[in-house]
């Protein structure tokens, strides 16, 4: 088992609740409030969870998808929650693109969500998003 420490603890539940936030925010018909509560949390939890140092060695490693990710942020804080949204999907796949292989083989290994990944008709769409060079 993984040991984490308190504030690896503190970062995963404000990550938690940014995730619930923007969900809740999305479902809302993209509230501005609960949308910029979100943002905050989950980049704040991120901090928490792998340290600020890191944490900035990350972001600033990919200027372009950082731009875009923190830009959003940024519009979804001054009012235009659905442009806001828009640049940080594109941000947010331009930064963790790297990581989809590893969490797609790792759905895939789950009984149900791995019959439905390797359907016909879906199992080639998660095979090209599963390819980190091809992704965006």
């Known amino acids: 088992m993984i ?3 308190d504030s690896q ?27 910029a509560i979100g943002n905050i949390l989950f980049v704040v939890g991120l901090a928490f969870v792998i340290g600020l140092e890191r944490t900035f060695r990350f ?9 875009f990710f923190l830009g959003g942020v940024f ?5 235009w929650p659905i ?8 941000g947010f796949l331009l930064l963790f693109r790297g990581f989809f292989p590893v969490v ?3 759905i895939r290994r789950i009984p149900v969500l791995g019959y439905l990944l390797n359907l016909p008709f879906i199992s080639g769409y998660v095979d090209t998003m599963g390819e980190s060079d091809t992704m965006v």
């Open 75 to 79: 519009v979804v804080l001054i009012g």
């Open 9 to 35: 603890k503190i970062g995963m539940g404000l990550t938690g609740f940014g995730v619930f936030f923007l969900f809740f925010g999305m479902i809302l018909f993209f509230d501005k409030a609960l949308l």
């Open 59 to 67: 972001f600033f490693q990919k200027i372009k998808a950082t731009s």
């Open 83 to 90: 442009v806001g949204l828009v640049l940080e999907f594109y």
């Open 3 to 5: 040991s984490l420490t």
């Open 104 to 106: 797609i083989g790792f």
